[in-house]
């Protein structure tokens, strides 16, 4: 293997899969039920069960690397153990690896006060509250995140803050007590990206409504708990800003790079499981005379979906180990690669997978719906294709600056 896993990987993965076998693969169709049943108001209670059998096992808060609080794992090493977890909706939670709780942890972990820690981080690291991140407006253009209108403004020892977010995830979850939030404090500055903060708001504090679940492609609650969120004269303390006005977008590119790798490793499994699922099906079928198996363009696009794979986990893979050994910054480029790639060989093998089922797979009877709309939702989340490409672009160009 170019990327070899440590015995300590390798044993995880183990007890990683066996799990799945054991718990999660038999709950799933429990859990849709009661995404669909509850909706995206309510803690969903075979989560809840399977929590405190994840973390009897060890298995959890695996996906923190360079902390005391994780399993002590890097990029690289989370990889293969992300992308067990990624082939079912239900196994990010049960681990305590599920967004945007993870990218929340990392945020109080790097920047947050030891007050921060022992109020936020700590009950997030136990699985016993959540969290939801409050970026996206409906009203401006955020794949172009200067355009932000939402106001953070000191006043005496308070800041109040003002706006409207959506696909705030995890928002309508009764479970989630505190918000990352972003917004402008210095709206004039002329270095736009030095106009934004972040800052801790308590989901408890008067003038936070929830306005609403948002629907991905139908779905409430699975794939994403978006949630439309408006805030209107909300007063936090001082302290709860994080680093200091003005560096929202220095912790913004410090949370989104691991969401983004997060996001592709689970996305790879994603695919595997749905190219097993389509392997599957195609045996058990006969049309025209003989098993959809030796038509020729299915098995033109089961190689097409194993080599896809392929590619996108050495890339997923080579990203990660660039991350751990030069930093998030410098990898940028590998980051951009992968949001861009991976998501789009998923939703193209879950397109086919859909295909092969026939009718059948645009139910929820074989769980490819909600594969495709979790590829296609993160085609957009984390930054849109259009955005990750022009950064490549530039990268690439500018190695030809001086020709």
């Known amino acids: 293997m170019l990327y070899p896993m440590s015995p300590k990987v390798v044993e995880l993965k183990r007890k990683l899969e066996s799990f799945m076998d054991g718990h999660i693969y038999p709950n799933e169709e429990r859990f849709y039920r009661e995404a669909e049943e509850l909706g995206p108001w309510k803690?969903?209670?075979?989560?809840?069960?399977?929590?405190?059998?994840?973390?009897?096992?060890?298995?959890?808060?695996l996906f923190l690397p360079e902390s005391s609080h994780g399993?002590?794992?890097?990029?690289?090493?989370?990889?293969?153990?992300?992308?067990?977890?990624?082939?079912?909706?239900?196994?990010?939670e049960v681990f305590n690896c599920s967004a945007p709780d993870t990218g929340n942890m990392e945020v109080l972990?790097?920047?947050?006060?030891?007050?921060?820690?022992?109020?936020?981080?700590?009950?997030?690291?136990a699985g016993e509250i959540r969290s939801c991140f409050a970026m996206t407006e409906p009203a401006v253009a955020s794949s172009d995140a200067t355009n932000i209108e939402s106001s953070i403004v000191r006043d005496g020892d308070n800041y109040v803050i003002n706006g409207r977010k959506w696909y705030t995830t995890?928002?309508?979850?009764?479970?989630?007590?505190?918000?990352?939030?972003?917004?402008?404090?210095?709206?004039?500055n002329p270095d736009r990206h030095k106009q934004q903060s972040m800052i801790l708001v308590p989901?408890?504090?008067?003038?936070?409504?929830?306005?609403?679940?948002?629907?991905?492609?139908?779905?409430?609650?699975?794939?994403?708990?978006?949630?439309?969120?408006?805030?209107?004269?909300?007063?936090?303390?001082?302290?709860?800003?994080?680093?200091?006005?003005g560096r929202g977008f220095e912790i913004a590119q410090g949370r989104l790079g691991p969401?983004?790798?997060?996001?592709?490793?689970?996305?790879?499994?994603?695919?595997?499981?749905?190219l097993e699922k389509m392997c599957r099906r195609v045996r058990s079928r006969v049309a025209f005379g003989k098993p959809v198996s030796e038509q020729t363009v299915t098995q033109e696009r089961i190689a097409e979906a194993r080599i896809m794979i392929?590619?996108?986990?050495?890339?997923?893979?080579?990203?990660?180990?660039?991350?751990?050994?030069?930093?998030n910054k410098v990898a940028k480029a590998e980051i951009a690669m992968i949001k861009v790639a991976v998501p789009n060989m998923a939703c193209q093998i879950i397109d086919w997978a859909i295909q092969a089922h026939g009718g059948g797979g645009t139910s929820n009877d074989f769980g490819l719906t909600h594969a495709y709309a979790t590829a296609r939702l993160l085609r957009l989340a984390d930054g849109p294709d259009e955005v990750h490409r022009n950064q490549i672009a530039r990268l690439e160009l500018k190695k030809y600056s001086n020709a």
Not at 109 to 125: A, C, F
Not at 170 to 188: E, L, S, V
Not at 221 to 243: I, Q
Not at 310 to 327: C, F, I, Y
């Open 170 to 188: 995890n928002a309508t979850d009764p479970r989630c007590k505190i918000c990352i939030f972003m917004g402008k404090t210095d709206p004039d």
């Open 71 to 92: 399993a002590g794992l890097s990029n690289l090493e989370y990889a293969p153990l992300c992308e067990v977890m990624g082939r079912s909706h239900l196994a990010p």
């Open 310 to 327: 392929e590619q996108a986990r050495l890339l997923t893979l080579n990203a990660a180990h660039a991350m751990d050994t030069v930093g």
């Open 203 to 245: 989901m408890e504090t008067s003038g936070i409504e929830v306005k609403r679940p948002l629907p991905v492609f139908g779905f409430y609650g699975v794939p994403d708990r978006a949630s439309e969120v408006v805030f209107t004269n909300v007063r936090v303390p001082k302290e709860n800003m994080l680093l200091g006005e």
């Open 43 to 61: 803690v969903y209670p075979v989560v809840e069960e399977l929590k405190p059998l994840a973390r009897a096992e060890g298995l959890w808060n």
């Open 109 to 125: 972990e790097r920047y947050g006060t030891e007050k921060d820690k022992e109020r936020w981080l700590k009950p997030l690291l």
């Open 259 to 274: 969401g983004r790798i997060h996001h592709c490793m689970r996305l790879i499994g994603l695919a595997e499981r749905t």
